[in-house]
């Protein structure tokens, strides 16, 4: 099947031609990826006979998926022009993001909350989307509903939540940006994102 029409399937259709056009540009293995908790997408140099190799989450909705590639795109063409000689996230980056991102805002693929959170992103773009918590949240406003899920900063104070995996925690106090949540088993602490999605769970359970 033709790339654009598969990913027309994960981010706006007006934008998969010119991502399609940068696949074959960069000569870039471009997949699809299963869901992970820890990163929405990931870059890989070329190594040994490999070349370019761009991921992205499947399950990311249509404007986290675009901007994510957008990011390792970025990352990819920062590569190219300096190899390991620029900071994964330095001011090389930066310029090229900004530069990327510009026929798509030229495209009105964004709705407008999604650009001026973009934007104020790219004043000073952080090491992941996910991590400037004012874009993550213009980005979730897209996602489906999904019931009994929450983000940890929703929460009240010493409710009780589930990850994926099983593990429940309860929320403490906020530490700085972070939550502090103790795992009911072990009681050890873990730090948790404001926005990071958990199942909440009843007291009675």
């Known amino acids: 099947m033709d790339k654009v029409k598969i990913l027309e399937r994960y981010m706006p259709a007006e934008a998969a031609p010119l991502i399609g056009k940068w696949i074959d540009y960069f000569k870039c293995e471009f997949k699809i990826s299963r869901n992970r908790n820890s990163k929405f997408g990931d870059y890989r140099a070329p190594y040994?006979?490999?070349?370019?190799?761009?991921?992205?989450?499947?399950?990311?909705?249509?404007?986290?998926?675009?901007?994510?590639?957008?990011?390792?795109?970025?990352?990819?063409?920062?590569?190219?022009?300096?190899?390991?000689?620029?900071?994964p996230h330095g001011t090389e980056w930066k310029n090229n993001f900004k530069k990327m991102m510009q026929p798509f805002f030229e495209k009105n693929v964004f709705p407008p909350d999604v650009k001026q959170a973009i934007t104020r992103y790219l004043n000073n773009p952080a090491a992941s989307s996910c991590s400037d918590l004012n874009l993550y949240r213009s980005l979730r406003l897209y996602d489906p509903v999904k019931e009994s899920m929450v983000t940890v900063e929703k929460l009240p104070g010493k409710a009780l939540f589930k990850l994926k995996d099983g593990r429940v925690f309860q929320k403490e106090e906020k530490l700085r940006k972070r939550y502090k949540c103790v795992e009911v088993s072990s009681r050890r602490v873990y730090l948790f994102s404001p926005v990071a999605e958990v199942e909440v769970l009843n007291q009675n359970n």
């Open 48 to 87: 040994d006979s490999k070349g370019h190799r761009i991921s992205v989450n499947f399950d990311l909705n249509p404007y986290a998926f675009l901007v994510t590639t957008v990011h390792e795109f970025a990352h990819l063409h920062t590569w190219n022009e300096h190899k390991g000689r620029a900071k």
